[in-house]
T-cell receptor
């Protein structure tokens, strides 16, 4: 059962910010929001995760709404190499019983 | 982040043969590894959860006698596709989970299997 919903596709001009939304209205208090991406014919790559505060790393920023029911992944200056499928997942961080599952994700196309 | 490798990266085999895919955690120990299958333009589908030293747990609809999983050490899990058929052609991805407290998950680069 899907715990997140994402738009199936988006496009963005190279050099502009890409803002990828994710709805997770049933998120529990101890669940984190994780983002991965998968470039064609490669394994998924971890991007960022957060609980309730906004997070930033060298790849992206994660903005989580105050009610935690949705979040946005921001790629500040998208490049052609950012073209990939982006997956938003909610999960508990600790505990060995978590089984990771993926939804359909958002296919982001960055064009020149 | 931690590194997970898969071997081979791609394999082509004849129908009826068996193919073994290796998944290794290179710089950490993984008590749990996962195997996924991905068809073109589809999301990753979890096939099975592999725990070191015990039998794998298969997802509904995945034949355990066809997809043999062995997790004999803390750094290696293998998936053997037995008597492969063209419909088994797919992208197989493994992932390894670190131990507590954060149970982070890292993915391998995938193995492209083509059955002729």
């Amino acid at each position: 059962d899907a715990k997140t919903t994402q738009p199936p596709s988006m496009d963005c001009a190279e050099g502009r910010a890409a803002n990828l939304p994710c709805n997770h209205s049933t998120i529990s208090g101890n669940e984190y929001v994780y983002w991965y991406r998968q470039i064609h014919s490669q394994g998924p790559q971890y991007i960022i995760h957060g609980l309730k505060n906004n997070e930033t790393n060298e790849m992206a920023s994660l903005i989580i709404t105050e009610d935690r029911k949705s979040s946005t992944l921001i790629l500040p200056h998208a490049t052609l190499r950012d073209t990939a499928v982006y997956y938003c997942i909610v999960r508990v961080q600790s505990g060995g019983s978590y089984i990771p599952t993926f939804g359909r994700g958002t296919s982001l196309i960055v064009h020149p | 982040g931690a590194v997970v490798s898969q071997h081979p990266s791609r394999v082509i085999c004849k129908s009826g043969t068996s193919v073994k895919i290796e998944c290794r955690s290179l710089d950490f120990q993984a008590t749990t590894m996962f195997w996924y299958r991905q068809f073109p333009k589809k999301s990753l589908m979890l096939m099975a959860t592999s725990n070191e030293g015990s039998k794998a747990t298969y997802e509904q609809g995945v034949e355990k006698d066809k997809f043999l999983i062995n997790h004999a050490s803390l750094t290696l899990s293998t998936l053997t596709v037995t008597s492969a058929h063209p419909e088994d052609s797919s992208f197989y991805i493994c992932s390894a989970r670190t131990t507590s407290p954060y149970n982070e998950q890292f993915f391998g680069p995938g193995t492209r299997l083509t059955v002729l």
